[in-house]
């Protein structure tokens, strides 16, 4: 996850932890990034875009009403 996220410039430092935490709040607050629910565990699932200075990531995040559970990131 490390690696992906670095490739689209998104590195674990404090401006990288403040892009992450404004993202995931986000995803939060937009019912329009609800694409449905798993059927293993009862998570909303969600996904998204996650813009970084040198690219993109599709992240799909799980959550428990309002409690993030795992994302899973797509490219990079």
Do not use: C, H
């Amino acid at each position: 996850m490390g690696e992906q996220l670095n490739s689209v410039g998104i590195f674990d430092n404090p401006l990288g932890r403040e892009i992450m935490t404004e993202f995931f709040n986000r995803v939060l607050n937009d019912s329009t990034t609800i694409t449905g629910v798993s059927p293993e565990s009862g998570n909303i699932i969600r996904e998204a875009l996650l813009a970084g200075p040198n690219g993109f990531l599709l992240v799909r995040s799980y959550w428990d009403v309002n409690e993030l559970k795992t994302a899973i990131l797509f490219g990079g």
